[in-house]
């Protein structure tokens, strides 16, 4: 029986080791949490951080592993690359999968092929950081290079917030870097899903839109997407192009990434992130409902080196896909269930209404007495909904107004 190892096994990353056994594997997993979730439902686990390359590496070694998966994790994904090179295992090459990894060195190799990027210099401390400052106008964005889910981005108004953007961002910084950029006024919804390249070609991607709560403290800090696609098609084909090219540039091979993008003045479209992993946040799943596509079965049989561009091409066309997208059947969203107020949990309740009409699925692993935060970004989502709609109108309206569904209770 193959061995996969798979990097991680928060409650995010269950649904992965589940399919990878259900896909007949010997499954391995790995991470410094001997309690997460995942972890009971593989044939073995180490307690291995998934961020030390060399000690993944060992064990890989040691096991005697057929493929290594980083699924929905930016901090792993280097190390799986890292790992599937030394020992000649399929994955995409591991300095194109750090350059995606981080900020600084994304914007900076944007920058080198003429993408539309925003203007971006990256630092190491507050000192450089102040002498450049200038170069930009305000607003901008401050962010750490190696973090996801808004953490540690700020949007600063005035170079006197600097220092504490810059704290702020390094406190979450894995490698002590950060990035200043141009902040993009966007037109429309920011771009977001998850997209699949097969030895190097963009073979599909589902692509919705992003959205928010103006009243979180960071009114830029995503609560989910929603699907299908509203705003016009040529920004996706032209998205499509973005992505190929990259994909090529970089000499990807068979991986699955999690898409941000924008449109901005003039109608460019700017690749904002194009993470080297699925989506979190439930993205594949709520696709698999929404198209009938299943990429977390392609990211492991990839991993694998058992997956091929006919395969996908021929699941795409017996979806009724065309290129590389699929039509969606109904109208989705994923929705990160957060708390306004910072306190102990208590209860959730649903409006019965709601759950029966809209509630598919609802993930969390929250006990009584948790501590939970205002939500300021992921690192404060106490669980994550995947809901269905009957209409656009519905959707967005039930998206607007959801704290009507739901109550929260803190101790």
Same mark, same amino acid.
């Given at each position: 029986?193959?061995?996969?190892?798979?990097?991680?096994?928060?409650?995010?990353?269950?649904?992965?080791?589940?399919?990878?056994? !259900?896909?007949?594997?010997?499954?391995?997993?790995?991470?410094?949490?001997?309690?997460?979730?995942?972890?009971?439902?593989?044939?073995?686990?180490?307690?291995?951080?998934?961020?030390?390359?060399?000690?993944?590496?060992?064990?890989?070694?040691?096991? #005697?592993?057929?493929?290594?998966?980083?699924?929905?994790?930016?901090?792993?994904?280097?190390?799986?690359?890292?790992?599937?090179?030394?020992?000649?295992?399929?994955?995409?090459?591991?300095?194109?999968?750090?350059?995606?990894?981080?900020?600084?060195?994304?914007?900076?190799?944007?920058?080198?092929?003429?993408?539309?990027?925003?203007? &971006?210099?990256?630092?190491?401390?507050?000192?450089?950081?102040? &002498?450049?400052?200038?170069?930009?106008?305000?607003?901008?964005?401050?962010?750490?290079?190696?973090?996801?889910?808004?953490?540690?981005?700020?949007?600063?108004?005035?170079?006197?917030?600097?220092?504490?953007?810059?704290?702020?961002?390094?406190?979450y910084s894995r490698g002590k870097r950060f990035l200043v950029e141009e902040f993009i006024v966007k037109?429309?919804?920011?771009?977001?899903?998850?997209?699949?390249?097969?030895?190097?070609?963009?073979?599909?991607?589902?692509?919705?839109?992003?959205?928010?709560?103006?009243?979180?403290?960071?009114?830029?800090?995503?609560?989910?997407?929603? *699907?299908?696609?509203?705003?016009?098609?040529?920004?996706?084909?032209?998205?499509? #192009?973005?992505?190929? !090219?990259?994909?090529?540039?970089?000499?990807?091979?068979?991986?699955?990434?999690?898409?941000?993008?924008?449109?901005?003045?003039?109608?460019?479209?700017?690749?904002?992130?194009?993470?080297?992993?699925?989506?979190?946040?439930?993205?594949?799943?709520?696709?698999?409902?929404?198209?009938?596509?299943?990429?977390?079965? *392609?990211?492991?049989?990839?991993?694998?080196?058992?997956?091929?561009?006919?395969?996908?091409?021929?699941?795409?066309?017996? !979806?009724?896909?065309?290129?590389?997208?699929?039509?969606?059947?109904?109208? *989705?969203?994923?929705?990160?269930?957060?708390?306004?107020?910072?306190?102990?949990?208590?209860?959730?309740?649903?409006?019965?209404?709601?759950?029966?009409?809209?509630?598919?699925? *609802?993930?969390?692993?929250?006990?009584?007495?948790?501590?939970?935060? !205002?939500?300021?970004?992921?690192?404060?989502?106490?669980?994550?909904?995947?809901?269905?709609?009957?209409?656009?109108?519905?959707?967005? #309206?039930?998206?607007?107004?959801?704290?009507?569904?739901?109550?929260?209770?803190?101790?």
């Amino acid at each position: 029986m193959k061995k996969v190892l798979m990097l991680g096994g928060s409650l995010y990353q269950t649904y992965a080791i589940k399919e990878a056994k !259900r896909l007949g594997y010997h499954v391995i997993t790995c991470d410094y949490l001997p309690t997460n979730p995942g972890h009971q439902f593989a044939d073995e686990y180490y307690n291995v951080s998934t961020t030390d390359k060399e000690a993944v590496l060992a064990l890989a070694e040691k096991l #005697q592993i057929d493929g290594i998966v980083a699924y929905a994790s930016d901090p792993a994904a280097p190390t799986a690359a890292y790992v599937a090179e030394k020992l000649g295992l399929p994955t995409s090459p591991y300095k194109s999968v750090e350059i995606l990894s981080n900020k600084d060195l994304f914007r900076n190799f944007l920058q080198k092929h003429n993408f539309n990027c925003p203007k &971006a210099m990256g630092f190491i401390t507050y000192e450089d950081a102040l &002498a450049h400052i200038d170069e930009f106008q305000m607003p901008v964005m401050v962010k750490p290079v190696d973090a996801s889910g808004s953490r540690g981005i700020t949007k600063m108004t005035d170079k006197s917030q600097l220092k504490a953007c810059v704290e702020e961002a390094l406190s979450y910084s894995r490698g002590k870097r950060f990035l200043v950029e141009e902040f993009i006024v966007k037109k429309g919804h920011q771009i977001s899903g998850d997209a699949f390249s097969v030895d190097g070609k963009l073979v599909f991607h589902c692509l919705g839109n992003e959205f928010y709560d103006p009243n979180c403290d960071k009114d830029f800090a995503p609560l989910g997407e929603c *699907w299908p696609f509203q705003m016009n098609h040529r920004y996706i084909e032209d998205l499509e #192009q973005q992505l190929q !090219r990259l994909m090529t540039l970089l000499d990807m091979k068979s991986n699955a990434y999690n898409v941000e993008a924008i449109v901005g003045e003039y109608d460019k479209v700017y690749l904002l992130e194009l993470g080297a992993r699925s989506g979190g946040s439930l993205i594949p799943q709520v696709t698999e409902k929404a198209t009938g596509i299943n990429m977390v079965t *392609w990211v492991i049989k990839a991993a694998m080196g058992e997956l091929s561009i006919v395969e996908c091409e021929q699941e795409i066309a017996a !979806r009724g896909g065309v290129g590389c997208e699929v039509p969606i059947s109904g109208y *989705w969203s994923n929705y990160m269930v957060h708390s306004d107020v910072t306190g102990e949990f208590k209860s959730i309740h649903f409006n019965e209404e709601f759950k029966k009409k809209h509630l598919i699925d *609802w993930v969390t692993d929250l006990k009584v007495g948790d501590k939970i935060h !205002r939500f300021r970004g992921a690192e404060d989502c106490i669980g994550e909904f995947i809901l269905k709609y009957d209409n656009m109108n519905e959707m967005f #309206q039930v998206i607007k107004d959801i704290e009507k569904y739901i109550s929260i209770q803190i101790l």
